[in-house]
């Protein structure tokens, strides 16, 4: 029986010198990478109580909507600038490498709603902290991160201090 690792290709020097970069799409081309994916993530959320899942463009979308499908939650999509058509806020960050500007529309969360942030990797948490700015401008509660894959050597969970983090796979 394959493990999840077993089913991630890890690419050296993509998309700048000095990267390792762990791809998802390896996961998610084998019907049992796939299927063992969405079932650990799964796995990860029970017996939470909560009422909205939400993911960043563009791979948090990829594991949210089959968790949120599965679980008859809300999928509340956090898009990069400029997609939204209605009212939005919006947060900019640092990635590993770049930066980058996400939005959420005003009315996508209620206030007190306990929200779920999934995404397939955190690195340095720089996306999953402008999330939860996002979040709890609207009045949103996070009430946990969850990822397929965390590169601890960037220490992502340091930024996400005091929050609920949880990850199926733990990279160096
Ligand atoms: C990747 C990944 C996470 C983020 C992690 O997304 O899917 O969202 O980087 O990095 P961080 O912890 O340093 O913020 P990316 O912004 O490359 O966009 P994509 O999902 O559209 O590929
Ligand atoms: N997003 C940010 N850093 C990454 C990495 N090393 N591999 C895959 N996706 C990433």
Sequence with gaps: MKKLEDYVVSIPDFPEPGIIFRDVTSVLQD?????LAIH??????????????AGAESRGFIFGMP??????????????????????????????????EIEIHK???????????????????GTSKAM???????GGIVVKNLFLMELAGL??????EGYNVDSVIVYD
């Design 31 to 35: 019907a049992d990478g796939l299927n």
């Design 40 to 53: 650990l993530l799964m796995e990860k959320l029970e017996g939470l109580d909560f009422d909205v899942i």
């Design 67 to 100: 968790l949120a499908y599965n679980l008859h939650k809300p999928f509340i999509p956090v898009r990069k600038k400029g997609k939204l058509p209605r009212e939005t806020v919006s947060a900019s960050y640092e990635l590993e490498y770049g930066t980058a």
């Design 107 to 125: 009315d996508a969360i209620l206030p007190g709603q306990k929200v779920v942030l999934i995404d397939d990797l955190i690195a340095t948490g």
């Design 132 to 138: 939860i700015q996002l979040v709890e401008s609207l």
């Design 155 to 160: 220490n992502g969970r340091a930024k996400l």
